[in-house]
């Protein structure tokens, strides 16, 4: 909680301004009056089509770069094996601003026929709902869960006494615009398992998540008899005991790492006692050597690049896990080399200090963007 808390306490500090935002819009759906009725007002229709479409070209990049940093959060934390929770504090972006395009339109002309025919015309949610459901399908596949805490008040001013004219009856456009992302948010989180809380205490919203993750169980369960896969798409779990809520994930993948000899291996180095030191056991160093050509590094005009994580794992012979390391790491070869087929392999140095006993050490190698991956492991037993 401090580490957040310092985190938010260094400028620039989050802010939403929907305020000037929607206002702004306002202001030009009123340029667009084209005629006032005694009870209802009419739009030029060429000039709202433009001043939507401009206002949607402008905030779908958000939505977008948005959407491309949730992305890169799942392929890295997609590295890690086994079950993997992320706790993100935002307010989002919404993946579609039609809903507050409408709200705005209907603040200034209420609800007309021409709100219903514009809807049509301009809505502009259908990349970016796609985008959503590969996003969702990526954090499933990954088996990780998003946790969101917005911690940013509601904003006022949906009267519009501002503006010297009151809203048409019903509209809140600043209240759509303020809800429309974390409708979004509450969908990625409800999909993969997680909880969407909007609270402006922070720490309070941090013990709420944290009791959730406290009060997680991983269930598993055997099969007496062999079942086709279309029988085991549903697995239904309750509770008898009053006030819980089940959460779960909204579909599952099961993802299974094997060692790839293609990908590369990991070369076990000479052993040295510790004995000098005065303990049992052995200084274990090794060595991961890994074949670039496996992992989809992508090339441009200078390089062949890739992202790469690491989880390494010592365990023991029973499978209980000792110890284990995660690392992000930039690789590069110069694009000549690499085209010529020049390349070094990959190297990556480490150790262990090891008691008497029998080990498996694992490294799991993976490329964030393309998803390329393998396990190198090896065996090793200490007298």
Avoid at 3 to 24: E, K, N, S, T, Y
Avoid at 324 to 339: G, M, R, S
Avoid at 349 to 359: C, D, N, Q, S, V
Avoid at 360 to 374: A, C, D, T
Wanted: net charge negative; aromatic share 8%; proline share 5%.
């Amino acid at each position: 909680a401090s580490a957040v808390m310092r985190a938010f306490d260094r400028p620039p500090r989050p802010r939403l301004d929907l305020q000037a935002r929607i206002r702004g819009l306002i202001e030009q759906l009123e340029s667009c009056v084209a005629s006032e009725g005694t009870v209802t007002r009419r739009g030029d229709e060429q000039c709202l089509r433009g001043v939507m479409l401009e206002y949607a070209d402008e905030v779908r990049p958000q939505a977008e770069d948005y959407l491309d940093a949730l992305d890169r959060l799942i392929r890295y934390a997609g590295g890690l094996q086994g079950r993997v929770t992320v706790l993100a504090l935002s307010h989002g972006v919404a993946v579609d601003p039609t809903a507050e395009l409408m709200a705005a339109m209907q603040a200034v002309y209420g609800n007309t026929e021409q709100l219903g025919l514009l809807r049509l015309e301009v809505g502009t949610g259908e990349g970016a709902r796609q985008r959503m459901d590969r996003l969702l399908r990526l954090a499933l596949e990954n088996r990780v869960t998003l946790n969101f805490i917005d911690r940013n008040p509601a904003p006022t001013g949906d009267a519009g006494a501002r503006l010297g004219t009151a809203y048409q009856p019903g509209a809140q456009p600043m209240r759509t615009a303020f809800t429309a992302p974390q409708a979004d948010l509450e969908e990625i989180a409800a999909t993969t398992g997680g909880v969407f809380l909007h609270e402006t205490d922070l720490f309070a919203g941090l013990q709420r998540t944290m009791g959730l993750e406290r009060g997680t169980y991983l269930l598993g369960y055997y099969l007496d008899r062999d079942l086709p896969p279309e029988r085991l798409h549903k697995v239904r779990i309750g509770s008898s005991r009053k006030g819980v809520r089940i959460l779960h994930r909204r579909g599952y993948y099961a993802r299974t790492w094997t060692p790839n000899s293609a990908v590369g291996e990991l070369i076990l180095g000479a052993p040295l006692s510790l004995e000098e030191d005065g303990r049992e056991g052995q200084f274990l160093p090794f060595t991961i050597v890994a074949n670039p050509r496996r992992l989809g590094y992508e090339v441009d005009d200078e390089e062949a690049r890739a992202n790469l994580t690491l989880h390494f794992r010592v365990e023991t012979g029973e499978g209980r896990v000792l110890a284990e390391t995660f690392h992000l790491f930039n690789h590069a070869y110069p694009k000549d080399l690499w085209q010529a087929s020049q390349v070094e392999p990959i190297q990556i140095h480490g150790w262990a200090e090891l008691p008497p006993g029998e080990y498996r050490l694992i490294g799991y190698l993976r490329n964030l963007s393309s998803g390329e991956s393998g396990e190198m492991a090896a065996q090793w037993t200490i007298h």
